[in-house]
């Protein structure tokens, strides 16, 4: 998944005057309360081909930049596990965007489903916005919830400031 999408942006950088384009990004379900999340929980497991060629051949086509992985998914935690509700398919437009039947990328699991494929950190934005940059998510904010995910559990959760984020993220 990683070469297609640097291919698409090669392409469009010599298409297009235009630089990157902000993402939309997927919702995670905490406490019973829906935030944008900066994660993409479900790459690593699109990046093994068999599951690729099974998400390819259900998803909705797009031809939206703000969505270059071609969906958006809905998360949640629930006894600090990860699970994956519902994915949607298509155009940046919520209104337009096509349901992905789960089973078809995860037969005989049952629904929700346990990411145990991830682990890496979520990264939730909170407060208000600093500063608005116009690529991936590079967005400034007061405050980020920070949740390290192993095998689909929680091991570890904070809550950084602005400063904090960019001192350890983005150096």
């Known amino acids: 998944m990683k070469k297609i999408l640097i291919a698409m942006l090669a392409c469009l950088s010599l298409a297009s005057p235009a630089g990157a384009t902000a993402q939309i990004g997927e919702t995670i379900i ?14 690593p497991y699109l990046n093994q081909p068999e599951n690729f ?5 259900y998803a909705q086509p797009g031809g939206c ?18 699970y994956l509700n519902k994915l949607e398919t298509g155009s940046c437009s919520s209104e337009d ?15 929700p489903i346990l990411a145990k ?20 998510y ?18 570890k959760q904070e809550t950084l400031t602005d400063k904090q984020f960019q001192k350890r993220f983005r150096g």
């Open 65 to 82: 930049t703000a969505l270059w992985r071609a969906y958006v998914g809905e998360w949640e935690i629930k006894e600090r596990k990860l």
């Open 53 to 57: 060629e099974q998400f390819k051949q």
């Open 138 to 155: 590079e967005s400034r904010f007061e405050k980020y919830l920070i949740i390290n995910i192993q095998a689909g559990v929680i091991v």
């Open 117 to 136: 494929w991830y682990s890496g950190l979520l990264v939730m934005p909170r407060g208000k916005l600093l500063q608005y940059v116009h690529m991936g």
């Open 97 to 111: 965007r096509k349901k992905f039947p789960l089973d078809k990328l995860f037969p005989d699991q049952p629904q």
């Open 30 to 43: 905490i406490d019973g309360k829906p935030e944008n999340m900066n994660a993409e929980p479900l790459n």
